[in-house]
């Protein structure tokens, strides 16, 4: 009987010990049916530093990635056919063809939940890219977004600008988000982008308000297409270029590099030509870059911004006031600003990306981020960096921080902000569980009862055998 | 989150950190009461183990009503999507099952517990108790804004805390194996010895 009694408490404690190194397995996996793809690295660490003069504003990002992605949306030629190969898709584009890119919300205080909560209070909604996201049609349907504004899908937005945040389409009335806006209720977005506009030494000049906008003016690039014909509208120019495309074998084998013409800008390019005899494998991006204009052309690269040693390297300036009080916040000695980032390494687009907490910014006052003072044209960028962690955000949206599935949501109500309670590798944890939630909780629940009803069965077989020894004593 | 209920919940939170208290209290006096007679046949040891059944009661009334109060705290729909709630939930049942399993076989079972190597097991069984309160309490102070160091140490072992604790299909499916083996084999063991 004594071998029986240790071979149940074996069975007990090995039982323990298994649901021990087996929790949290089988159920969190990519199910790109579902949009769903979890990116290996759940955080990464992003360097800033940043100076002005008076005049200009200057941020100097630093990031790791193993290797630089510069190539972005391209045209193939196959089998008589231009295909895509580059568009967004769930987790890493395949071939490698999805650019680098880093991004910064600025708000000087006008969005007061961003100082707060960061790019979480602009994700609303059926986002695009979510499980669920609401279709082109049912955007392009929408009278004002759709038909007004051109939107295809739902991008990021301010709570202010819904009725009801947990309805995407319940847009106020026009007139109230023209009173939002002038009263800066909106985000500045600074979008550089390795391959749309970093060819160019220019970063897209965004904001953030309704929906997510170019800035009044031109911008980096425009797209290279003509569905009519289903093919490029333009190719590079052989007088300029000694090409008129490039080599699919070149961007696959990743041949191309910073010295090389990867890219298609506007003033090396020419009408495209069908007649010409095109083969298999010429390639043709789907962006053509320029220099843009108007306020969306705001940004510039203090370059070169290159990828070297395992890290990316870039520097954007801008005026301080570029004028434009509609699309950009204005930045002035002794400030304080809110702003948030996100980085996209390794060919993820769309919301794979990382994203940082809000980071308080000052103008030569203390903050997490100081910009410095400097006479001159440029920074000598001789203070230290600053240290941010970005995390993956996960499927986490507005409403259901604010609503009733979410614990906090009464810490939220009360202003606390996310840092306060949350770190980030925590939320990264966090928004992965988010994406599970149903498959999780089911899981849970049976991991609890089994739990009990395993301690009551090791209760009931371990007193019948002590139960026997009693008697027989 | 209607008025009514906002109130109520703020009256019933603080009373659950008062409640949890008890049993935690009272589950560590058991244990250490336990390792002393485990090593001790002394009267202090001995006398430590008579009130181990009353202590135990006690400890499994303050138990529940601790977890009821806890379970008041959130809604439901907040609580069964929070890695940290569930976790606790999942540790505070855990331990109030464990601790009435321990409180049966010590009723039952009386003085034949500290015979020979039986001693041993309810010194094993003790530990493993205090292992699932420490996990309990630990994930608590994480929910009520006080992080402890315990967390860390999890960590080391692989299981971080933030990570919701559920097993996959297969450890499920041996769970329910042994639900049904465990007294099978105790019932055939005590059948065995009778009949020997």
Same mark, same amino acid.
Do not use: C
């Given at each position: 009987?004594?071998?029986?009694?240790?071979?149940?408490?074996?069975?007990?404690?090995?039982?323990?010990?298994?649901?021990?190194?087996?929790?949290?397995?089988?159920?969190?996996?990519?199910?790109?049916?579902?949009?769903?793809?979890?990116?290996?690295?759940?955080?990464?660490?992003?360097?800033?530093?940043?100076?002005?003069?008076?005049?200009?504003?200057?941020?100097?990002?630093?990031?790791?990635?193993?290797?630089?992605?510069?190539?972005?949306?391209?045209?193939?030629?196959?089998?008589?056919?231009?295909?895509?190969?580059?568009?967004?898709?769930?987790?890493?584009? +395949?071939?490698?063809?999805?650019?680098?890119?880093?991004?910064?919300?600025?708000?000087?205080? &006008?969005?007061?939940?961003?100082?707060?909560?960061?790019?979480?209070?602009?994700?609303?909604?059926?986002?695009?890219?979510?499980?669920?996201?609401?279709?082109?049609?049912?955007?392009?349907?929408?009278?004002?977004?759709?038909?007004?504004?051109?939107?295809?899908?739902?991008?990021?937005?301010?709570?202010?600008?819904?009725?009801?945040?947990?309805?995407?389409?319940?847009?106020?009335?026009?007139?109230?988000?023209? $009173?939002?806006?002038?009263? !800066?209720?909106?985000?500045?977005?600074?979008?550089?982008?390795?391959?749309? #506009?970093? +060819?160019?030494?220019?970063?897209?000049?965004?904001?953030?308000?309704?929906? $997510?906008?170019?800035?009044?003016?031109?911008?980096?690039?425009?797209?290279?297409?003509?569905?009519?014909?289903?093919?490029?509208?333009?190719?590079?120019?052989?007088?300029?270029?000694?090409?008129?495309?490039?080599?699919?074998?070149? %961007?696959?084998? $990743?041949?191309?590099?910073?010295?090389?013409?990867?890219?298609?800008?506007?003033?090396?390019?020419?009408?495209?030509?069908?007649?010409?005899?095109?083969?298999?494998?010429?390639?043709?991006?789907?962006?053509?870059?320029?220099?843009?204009?108007?306020?969306?052309?705001?940004?510039?690269?203090?370059?070169?911004?290159?990828?070297?040693?395992?890290?990316?390297?870039?520097?954007?300036?801008?005026?301080?006031?570029?004028?434009?009080?509609?699309?950009?916040?204005?930045?002035?000695?002794?400030?304080?600003? #809110?702003?948030?980032?996100?980085?996209?390494?390794?060919?993820?687009?769309?919301?794979? @990306?990382?994203?940082?907490?809000?980071?308080?910014?000052?103008?030569?006052?203390?903050?997490?981020?100081?910009?410095?003072?400097?006479?001159?044209?440029?920074?000598?960028?001789?203070?230290?960096?600053?240290?941010?962690? %970005?995390?993956?955000?996960?499927?986490?949206?507005?409403?259901?921080?604010?609503?009733?599935? @979410?614990?906090?949501? #009464?810490?939220?109500?009360? !202003?606390?902000?996310?840092?306060?309670? @949350?770190?980030? $590798?925590?939320?990264?944890?966090?928004?992965?569980?988010?994406?599970?939630?149903?498959?999780?909780?089911?899981?849970?629940? %049976?991991?609890?009862?089994?739990?009990?009803?395993?301690?009551?069965?090791?209760?009931?077989?371990?007193?019948?055998?002590?139960?026997?020894?009693?008697? &027989?004593? | 989150?209607?008025?009514?209920?906002?109130?109520?919940?703020? %009256?019933?939170?603080?009373?659950?950190?008062?409640?949890?208290?008890?049993?935690?209290?009272?589950?560590?006096?058991?244990?250490?009461?336990?390792?002393?007679?485990?090593?001790?046949?002394?009267?202090?040891?001995?006398?430590?183990?008579?009130?181990?059944?009353?202590?135990?009661?006690?400890?499994?009334?303050?138990?529940?009503?601790?977890?009821?109060?806890?379970?008041?705290?959130?809604?439901?729909?907040?609580?069964?999507?929070?890695?940290?709630?569930?976790?606790?939930?999942?540790?505070? &049942?855990?331990?109030?099952?464990?601790?009435?399993?321990?409180?049966?076989?010590?009723?039952?079972?009386?003085?034949?517990?500290?015979?020979?190597?039986?001693?041993?097991?309810?010194?094993?069984?003790?530990?493993?108790?205090?292992?699932?309160?420490?996990?309990?309490?630990?994930?608590?102070?994480?929910?009520?804004?006080?992080?402890?160091?315990?967390?860390?140490?999890?960590?080391?072992?692989?299981?971080?805390?933030?990570?919701?604790?559920?097993?996959?299909?297969?450890?499920?499916?041996?769970?329910?194996?042994?639900?049904?083996?465990?007294?099978?084999?105790?019932?055939?063991?005590?059948?065995?010895? @009778?009949?020997?």
């Amino acid at each position: 009987m004594r071998r029986i009694l240790y071979l149940s408490l074996v069975i007990f404690v090995g039982l323990l010990a298994a649901s021990w190194l087996t929790h949290g397995t089988g159920v969190i996996k990519n199910d790109l049916a579902r949009n769903i793809f979890i990116p290996d690295d759940r955080t990464m660490p992003l360097q800033i530093k940043a100076a002005y003069n008076g005049h200009d504003i200057f941020f100097r990002y630093r990031w790791p990635t193993d290797k630089p992605h510069i190539y972005h949306d391209m045209l193939k030629y196959e089998g008589g056919n231009w295909v895509r190969y580059g568009a967004s898709v769930a987790g890493p584009q +395949p071939q490698g063809i999805y650019e680098d890119r880093v991004a910064m919300m600025v708000d000087d205080g &006008s969005v007061p939940e961003f100082g707060r909560y960061g790019g979480y209070v602009t994700i609303g909604d059926r986002m695009r890219f979510f499980t669920g996201e609401a279709s082109p049609k049912e955007v392009a349907a929408h009278p004002y977004l759709g038909a007004k504004k051109g939107q295809t899908e739902v991008g990021k937005h301010l709570p202010a600008t819904r009725r009801d945040m947990n309805d995407w389409s319940s847009v106020v009335p026009e007139e109230e988000l023209a $009173r939002l806006r002038a009263a !800066g209720y909106f985000l500045d977005l600074w979008h550089w982008r390795a391959h749309r #506009s970093n +060819p160019v030494d220019k970063s897209d000049d965004q904001v953030i308000a309704e929906a $997510r906008y170019g800035d009044a003016g031109k911008g980096p690039f425009f797209t290279n297409w003509d569905g009519e014909k289903k093919q490029p509208r333009l190719m590079f120019d052989p007088q300029k270029t000694g090409r008129t495309a490039l080599d699919w074998n070149d %961007l696959t084998e $990743r041949r191309l590099g910073f010295g090389d013409l990867y890219y298609l800008r506007e003033d090396q390019a020419v009408p495209f030509d069908p007649n010409l005899a095109w083969k298999d494998g010429n390639t043709i991006p789907q962006r053509v870059l320029r220099a843009g204009d108007g306020s969306r052309a705001d940004i510039s690269v203090v370059g070169p911004a290159e990828w070297r040693d395992g890290f990316w390297d870039v520097t954007l300036t801008r005026a301080m006031n570029t004028g434009h009080p509609l699309d950009d916040k204005a930045m002035v000695d002794k400030g304080f600003y #809110s702003i948030a980032f996100a980085v996209h390494r390794g060919a993820y687009g769309s919301r794979w @990306h990382y994203v940082s907490l809000p980071v308080a910014l000052g103008l030569d006052r203390d903050a997490q981020v100081t910009a410095v003072r400097f006479d001159g044209d440029i920074p000598k960028w001789e203070q230290a960096w600053s240290d941010v962690t %970005l995390f993956y955000p996960g499927q986490v949206s507005w409403p259901m921080l604010t609503g009733k599935r @979410h614990a906090g949501s #009464s810490f939220i109500k009360d !202003g606390v902000p996310v840092r306060f309670r @949350h770190n980030e $590798r925590q939320l990264a944890q966090y928004g992965i569980e988010a994406e599970f939630a149903d498959e999780i909780w089911r899981q849970w629940m %049976l991991t609890l009862l089994g739990g009990i009803l395993l301690i009551a069965a090791f209760g009931v077989g371990l007193n019948l055998l002590l139960g026997r020894e009693r008697a &027989s004593q | 989150m209607t008025p009514y209920y906002e109130l109520f919940v703020r %009256l019933v939170a603080p009373y659950h950190a008062v409640l949890v208290h008890f049993p935690v209290a009272l589950w560590t006096t058991v244990a250490l009461i336990v390792f002393y007679r485990a090593i001790s046949d002394g009267a202090v040891a001995r006398a430590g183990d008579k009130i181990l059944v009353p202590l135990l009661v006690l400890s499994i009334f303050s138990g529940i009503a601790a977890l009821v109060s806890g379970l008041l705290i959130f809604p439901l729909e907040a609580a069964g999507a929070s890695p940290l709630i569930r976790n606790h939930i999942l540790a505070a &049942s855990w331990s109030l099952a464990y601790w009435t399993v321990f409180l049966v076989t010590r009723w039952i079972n009386g003085e034949t517990v500290w015979k020979g190597a039986n001693r041993w097991i309810m010194l094993g069984l003790a530990a493993l108790g205090t292992l699932l309160i420490t996990v309990t309490g630990t994930v608590g102070g994480h929910i009520a804004g006080k992080p402890t160091t315990v967390s860390i140490v999890l960590g080391w072992f692989g299981w971080d805390v933030y990570d919701t604790f559920f097993v996959p299909d297969a450890m499920l499916w041996l769970i329910g194996a042994a639900i049904i083996g465990l007294p099978a084999l105790g019932w055939w063991g005590s059948r065995r010895s @009778h009949q020997s």
